[in-house]
C-alpha cells in the first residue's frame, strides 16, 4: 500500500503529495523545453523570413548590362544638281537623293548655291511639298572644307550607293548629278504620290477615270527636243502609238476609252487631236469626239495622273516629265516609245542605259520592222 506522504511548500500554504509533485517537476520541465525548442525554431524562420524580404537580389548578367541606347552624331548627304534644269530632273534628283539618305543613314542637305538653286526649291515644293519636308535646306554654299565624293557621274546609270557606306566624314557632296533611275528609290513610288500637293482644280475640262470610262493620258514633248539629239516622234508615229495602246488596254466592250494630252506644244496636240485612226475590228476613233488637251500646269497634271491616268504613254522616250506623268500615275501601266530603235543620241554617248531608265514592268514599242508603219511592242 502506497502512502502518499503530505510535504509542505511555500512555508506550509500549499501542500502535494510526494509522488505527485515529482511527476508535476518532470511534466514541467519537458513542456518548458519543448516551448524553448518551439520558440528557437520561430526564431530562425523569422529571420529567414525577414532576410528573404530585406536583402537585395543578386544582379543577373542582363541587369549588369546597361540599356542606354548612345545617340549616334549625325551625319549629312548633299549633292550637285542640274538645278537650271525642269521640274523632271528635279525630281528624279531629290528622290534619289532621299533614298541614298536612307541607306546611308545621313540626312539628306540641300544647299541654296545660287538662284538656280532656289527656283529649283521652289518648283519642287509648289508640286511635291511633302519630298522637301525631308530636308534640311542651308541658304549657303556647300563649304570648301567639304570635298566632293566622285559618284553618279553618268547621269542616265544607276551607280550603287553602297559604295558610299565605307565613308565615315561628318559630310558626304557627291559630284554627279541628275540620278536618273528607277533603281534608286525602287521601293518609294507609293510615298511619293503621298507626297504631292493637294489641288482645288476640279478639272471640269477633263475626263474622270472610273469603272465606265478609262483614260489614257499621252505626253508629248516637243519645244526643246527639237534639234537636240533626242528623239521627237512625228504625228504619224504616235496615232499609231495611239491605236497599239487601245487595242491592246481595251477589255470591255461597253467600256468609255478617252484619251487626255499633255505636253509643251499646245498647237501639235490639237492638231493631233482633230486626228483619227482605224482599230482591229474596224472601228474608226474620231479623237474630235474622244480626246481633250491638257493645258494645266506641271502640278495640277501630276495629280490628275495619279487620280485619273490609268494608262500613260509617252512618245518622247528621254522625256522626263513623262516619265514621272507615268511613275505617279494611277493605273502604273506605262508604254514608251523605245529608246534602242530610234535616232536618240542618249545612247550613243555612253551616259544612259535603258535597263536603269525604264522600270521592268512598262512597256516599249517601236515600229514594225517589216512595214514600218505598225508600232508593235519591243519583246526584251
Not at 29 to 48: N, R, S
Not at 109 to 133: A, C, E, R, S
Request: proline residues 5%.
Amino acid at each position: 500500500m502506497i502512502v502518499n506522504q503530505v510535504i509542505p511548500v511555500n512555508n506550509g500554504r500549499f501542500y502535494c503529495l510526494k509522488y505527485n509533485c515529482k511527476r508535476l517537476t518532470k511534466s514541467f520541465k519537458i513542456c518548458f523545453l519543448l516551448l524553448l525548442i518551439y520558440l528557437v525554431l520561430l526564431l530562425i524562420t523569422e529571420k529567414i523570413s525577414l532576410t528573404a524580404i530585406t536583402s537585395p537580389a543578386l544582379p543577373t548578367t542582363t541587369s549588369m548590362v546597361t540599356t542606354k541606347k548612345i545617340k549616334k552624331p549625325n551625319k549629312y548627304v548633299s549633292s550637285n544638281l542640274a538645278a537650271s534644269s525642269r521640274l523632271g530632273n528635279h525630281l528624279f534628283e531629290l528622290s534619289a537623293l532621299l533614298a541614298i539618305a536612307r541607306k546611308l543613314e545621313r540626312i539628306p542637305t540641300f544647299f541654296i548655291i545660287d538662284h538656280h538653286y532656289d527656283q529649283m526649291l521652289k518648283d519642287t515644293d509648289f508640286v511635291i511639298p511633302g519630298l522637301l519636308d525631308h530636308f534640311l535646306i542651308i541658304n549657303e554654299s556647300v563649304p570648301v572644307s567639304i570635298t566632293p565624293t566622285d559618284f553618279q557621274l553618268k547621269c542616265c546609270m544607276w551607280d550603287d550607293p553602297d559604295r558610299l557606306k565605307n565613308i565615315t566624314d561628318e559630310y558626304i557632296h557627291i559630284r554627279g548629278t541628275h540620278y536618273q533611275s528607277w533603281k534608286f528609290f525602287p521601293r518609294l513610288r507609293n510615298e511619293l504620290m503621298g507626297y504631292l500637293k493637294t489641288t482645288k482644280n476640279k478639272f471640269p475640262n477633263l475626263p474622270k477615270s472610273s469603272s465606265n470610262t478609262f483614260v489614257t493620258c499621252v505626253h508629248i514633248r516637243r519645244t526643246d527636243f527639237v534639234g537636240s539629239g533626242f528623239h521627237v516622234p512625228d504625228e504619224k508615229f504616235i496615232l499609231s502609238a495611239m491605236q497599239f495602246v487601245e487595242q491592246k488596254e481595251k477589255r470591255r466592250k461597253q467600256i468609255n476609252m478617252s484619251t487626255v494630252f499633255f505636253g509643251d506644244d499646245h498647237a501639235f496636240m490639237e492638231g493631233i487631236s482633230n486626228q483619227s485612226f482605224t482599230l482591229s475590228n474596224g472601228r474608226v476613233k474620231d479623237l474630235k469626239l474622244e480626246s481633250f488637251v491638257s493645258y494645266d500646269d506641271p502640278a495640277d497634271s501630276m495629280i490628275y495622273s495619279k487620280n485619273n491616268c490609268d494608262v500613260v504613254l509617252f512618245t518622247a522616250p528621254h522625256t522626263t516629265f513623262g516619265w514621272w506623268l507615268g511613275y505617279l500615275s494611277k493605273g502604273n501601266q506605262v508604254y514608251y516609245t523605245d529608246i534602242k530603235y530610234v535616232d536618240d543620241n542618249s545612247i550613243a554617248s555612253g551616259l544612259f542605259d535603258p535597263d536603269d531608265y525604264y522600270p521592268p514592268h512598262w512597256t516599249p514599242f517601236k515600229y514594225n520592222e517589216f512595214d514600218n508603219t505598225t508600232v508593235v511592242e519591243t519583246m526584251k
